[in-house]
């Protein structure tokens, strides 16, 4: 064997020391899961990438709440409406119900869609977690007037269920009942006519010509924003139920 390498041209002796050298290359403990995962983390990272510029959230951002849509989903694609309603922190909310179908409600996908999902992905998940985000110090005022909306339309829609573009007096009087009712400071009945008043005090506010005898559909949008105007929506509108300070946007461990 050594006379024959000896006996060897140039040329193949420089073909033989590249085989050799492409074989050290590729040694038996080489680490080659670390090439693909290396691979598979930079094909995850652009993907999100792609939700940066959807949603406004940073790239860590994203990170932390994919872990906790893992959490909720149980390492699964999608979540369902059973997968929120189980956590615990959720249980004697008032308004549970709404906030849970809130998630599944097409008209926060900011997409001109309405109706609801019976499972949504991680990529819809944030699209309505994108709702609470706070402003940063970079935000121009125009933004943060358009994130103001956004988060106006979000609890407009909670509260308008049948997605006709008013909040009735029956869909208010709902939430109302619910709230005060079910915490067990006020009867149904009491919390029945707190609703009937404030809905007559809207009326009046926004109507204020309306005649004794004229009906009052209920609240549009515009109305909505007129009563809530003024209102600092940043530190009021956050979501700490899903282990998520969407004040800082920072998740923390959960067991539920």
Do not use: W
């Amino acid at each position: 064997m050594l006379a024959a390498l000896c006996s060897c041209t140039g040329g193949e002796r420089n073909k033989l020391a590249a085989l050799g050298k492409s074989r050290q290359s590729v040694r038996p403990d080489a680490p080659l899961g670390g090439v693909a995962m290396g691979a598979s983390q930079t094909r995850s990272d652009h993907k999100y990438q792609n939700l940066v510029e959807k949603t406004g959230f940073s790239l860590e951002q994203i990170k932390n709440l994919h872990k906790r849509f893992q959490q909720l989903s149980g390492n699964e694609e999608t979540i369902s409406k059973e997968n929120l309603n189980s956590i615990p922190a959720l249980a004697n909310n008032p308004i549970r119900k709404q906030i849970v179908d809130a998630f599944f409600d097409k008209r926060n996908q900011h997409q001109n869609e309405v109706g609801s999902f019976h499972e949504i992905s991680f990529e819809q998940f944030l699209m309505v977690m994108s709702h609470f985000r706070p402003p940063t110090l970079k935000t121009t005022e125009e933004e943060k007037e358009a994130l103001r909306k956004e988060k106006l339309r979000f609890l407009f829609n909670m509260h308008d269920t049948d997605n006709d573009g008013t909040i009735t007096l029956e869909e208010y009087r709902k939430v109302v009942e619910e709230l005060l009712s079910k915490s067990g400071a006020i009867g149904q009945e009491a919390a029945k006519t707190i609703a009937d008043a404030a809905m007559l005090e809207v009326a009046s506010t926004n109507v204020p010509h309306m005649a004794p005898d004229d009906f009052y559909e209920g609240i549009t949008f515009e109305h909505f924003e007129q009563i809530l105007k003024g209102l600092e929506m940043e530190s009021r509108m956050h979501i700490r139920f899903l282990d998520v300070d969407t004040t800082t946007m920072r998740c923390g461990k959960s067991s539920s």
